[in-house]
């Protein structure tokens, strides 16, 4: 059930985006890392164009002693009307039992996320968790 919702928020995202040559898009290129070494959860994300001309984004969790790799997977970006600026992106992991579905957005120079984790054999309550990430050269 809930890979389906987020399948539909995914192809509705997909409908709202309108090209990925922008600005804002070629702005979030690159690896972003946690501004708060201390955290749990989310340490660090990388961004990369795709093969199909979209953006794909690598996820990576607070384990230790090394990241958590949590693989690549499609980073889709939606803006509004009237220009369609890609202002927002969303990345869904299907981790079983694990999805993690990160939203994020341009601040600055900064990218805001929030993760939300979900255990899909109902072990767990679902955690929330907002990181400010700075990027990385």
């Not at 919702?5 to 995202?13: E, K, Y």
């Not at 690598?58 to 970006?77: I, K, Q």
């Not at 579905?101 to 939300?116: I, N």
């Amino acid at each position: 059930m809930i890979k389906r919702v987020w399948m539909t928020v995914l192809i509705v995202f997909g409908v709202a985006s309108i090209g990925l040559a922008t600005p804002i898009a070629d702005g979030l290129l690159g690896a972003w890392v946690n501004i708060d070494p201390e955290a749990a959860g989310l340490a660090q994300i990388t961004i990369l164009p795709s093969e199909s001309g979209g953006l794909n984004v690598f996820g990576y969790g607070v384990c230790s002693p090394d990241y958590c790799d949590w693989g690549s997977t499609a980073l889709v970006l939606a803006g509004m009307a009237p220009d369609y600026v890609n202002e927002w992106g969303i990345a869904i992991w299907d981790l079983d039992p694990v999805v993690m579905v990160l939203t994020l957005r341009r601040e600055g120079l900064f990218l805001v996320a929030e993760l939300f984790t979900y255990l899909t054999d109902g072990s767990g309550i679902p955690m929330r968790e907002l990181v400010l990430l700075r990027h990385v050269n």
